[in-house]
């Protein structure tokens, strides 16, 4: 089967960043399902894992994680999905990734993909749907209300992949009042397009443009980059007892000025129930079922903002360049091999 990956990290415009090659079909054991991958999305992580990560001498690193496609076999202990199933999902951060034709995946962090839209546009959902529901849900617990603060969250890179679907899914599903980053006029429409009540500028400091919105302070925050450059605002806009969350990976977090307000810090990391094989790793099923559901209902949209061509290395390599020039709005969509 087709494949692209790579023997060496380096970087995005090396010749041998990426390369198209062959492997193995792999044959599905224990919950496993063989999913015929139709399309696939980019993820900053694509890239972080890319420039970082060296695969064993002679062998090679396939990337990807987002993928949309249909089943075509399932393990012998698989129950909840069977060939001919189109699914969508986001794969496991320590296993070969989905930039391949055929990809073994364990079929309780897949969801049924959505029926009203094409493999691309399902494609870019699932890694960015799952981080920005467990952060809103699990993680910062939007539903509990913080006493005397404002119903409100702001979403700090609200443009990116992950901003542009925690938006659309805090509108579908909380009664919050949505502030969102956005520093270029095409990303402010964007986000505002999406539902996001208010838009600021995260080049300028954000707490007083927070403050000028005269609607009083956050109950929380959630940043999907450059943290350590809005920390200081963090503090200063967050209510007192506020919930802040991040994903992004500072080089240095300092949560002593937290202390102050007793604001709580999450982590959210969406490969921690497939690293880890928890108790609870089914919940991933659950929930794309459940974005699937709302996609299909009319209530959130993909968040497909490019869509790059065929899966191969060339215009794989694109797709990381725009991701890594930090450029991208919504998502980058690749499709068919």
Same mark, same amino acid.
């Given at each position: 089967?087709? #494949?692209? *990956?790579y !023997?060496?990290?380096?970087p995005?415009?090396?010749?041998? &960043?990426l390369v198209?090659?062959?492997?193995?079909?792999?044959?599905? !054991? =224990?919950?496993d399902?063989l999913?015929e991958?139709k399309?696939?999305?980019?993820n900053?992580?694509?890239t972080?894992i +890319? #420039?970082s990560?060296?695969?064993?001498? =002679?062998?090679?690193?396939? $990337? *990807?994680?987002?993928?949309?496609?249909?089943? %075509?076999?399932?393990?012998p202990?698989?129950s909840?999905?069977?060939?001919?199933?189109?699914?969508?999902?986001a794969?496991?951060?320590?296993r070969?990734?989905?930039?391949a034709e055929?990809h $073994?995946?364990?079929? +309780?962090?897949? *969801?049924?993909k959505p &029926?009203?839209?094409d493999?691309?546009?399902?494609?870019?959902?699932?890694?960015?749907?799952?981080?920005?529901?467990?952060m $809103?849900?699990? +993680?910062?617990?939007?539903?509990r209300?913080?006493a005397?603060?404002?119903n409100?969250?702001?979403?700090?890179?609200?443009a990116?992949?992950v901003?542009?679907?925690?938006? !659309?899914?805090?509108r579908?599903?909380?009664?919050l009042?949505?502030?969102?980053?956005?520093?270029r006029p095409e990303?402010?429409?964007?986000?505002?397009?999406l539902? &996001?009540?208010h838009?600021v500028d995260?080049r300028?400091?954000?707490?007083?443009?927070?403050?000028?919105? =005269?609607i009083?302070?956050?109950?929380?925050?959630f940043?999907?980059?450059?943290t350590d450059? /809005?920390?200081?605002?963090?503090?200063?806009?967050?209510?007192? !007892?506020?919930?802040?969350?991040?994903?992004?990976?500072?080089?240095?977090?300092?949560a002593l000025?937290?202390k102050r307000?007793s604001?709580?810090l999450h982590w959210?990391?969406?490969?921690?129930r497939?690293l880890?094989? %928890?108790?609870?790793?089914?919940?991933?099923?659950?929930l794309?079922?459940?974005?699937?559901?709302?996609?299909?209902?009319?209530?959130i949209?993909s968040?497909?903002?490019? /869509?790059? =061509?065929?899966?191969?290395?060339?215009?794989?390599?694109?797709?990381h360049?725009?991701?890594?020039?930090?450029?991208?709005k919504?998502k980058?969509v690749l499709?068919?091999?």
């Amino acid at each position: 089967m087709r #494949a692209i *990956g790579y !023997q060496t990290p380096q970087p995005i415009d090396a010749a041998t &960043a990426l390369v198209d090659f062959d492997l193995p079909r792999p044959e599905p !054991q =224990g919950r496993d399902i063989l999913v015929e991958v139709k399309a696939v999305s980019v993820n900053p992580v694509d890239t972080k894992i +890319r #420039a970082s990560a060296k695969p064993e001498p =002679g062998d090679w690193k396939v $990337l *990807g994680w987002d993928a949309a496609g249909v089943v %075509t076999a399932v393990g012998p202990e698989a129950s909840l999905f069977k060939p001919g199933d189109a699914v969508f999902y986001a794969g496991a951060i320590n296993r070969s990734g989905t930039n391949a034709e055929f990809h $073994l995946v364990d079929e +309780r962090i897949v *969801g049924r993909k959505p &029926a009203s839209i094409d493999f691309a546009a399902a494609a870019a959902l699932p890694l960015t749907s799952i981080t920005a529901w467990e952060m $809103l849900f699990d +993680r910062l617990e939007v539903t509990r209300p913080v006493a005397g603060a404002a119903n409100a969250i702001l979403i700090i890179g609200g443009a990116g992949g992950v901003g542009s679907i925690a938006i !659309q899914i805090a509108r579908a599903l909380t009664d919050l009042t949505v502030i969102a980053t956005a520093s270029r006029p095409e990303t402010q429409d964007w986000v505002k397009s999406l539902g &996001a009540h208010h838009v600021v500028d995260h080049r300028q400091p954000l707490a007083p443009q927070v403050e000028a919105l =005269g609607i009083g302070q956050p109950a929380f925050v959630f940043s999907t980059t450059n943290t350590d450059d /809005h920390l200081a605002d963090i503090v200063e806009l967050i209510a007192p !007892q506020g919930r802040f969350g991040l994903i992004d990976d500072p080089k240095v977090l300092n949560a002593l000025p937290l202390k102050r307000k007793s604001i709580s810090l999450h982590w959210e990391l969406m490969f921690t129930r497939s690293l880890f094989a %928890t108790a609870d790793i089914e919940k991933q099923h659950d929930l794309l079922n459940r974005i699937s559901e709302l996609v299909d209902a009319g209530k959130i949209k993909s968040t497909l903002a490019d /869509h790059f =061509g065929a899966i191969n290395a060339e215009n794989l390599k694109r797709a990381h360049a725009l991701i890594e020039s930090g450029k991208a709005k919504g998502k980058i969509v690749l499709e068919g091999f």
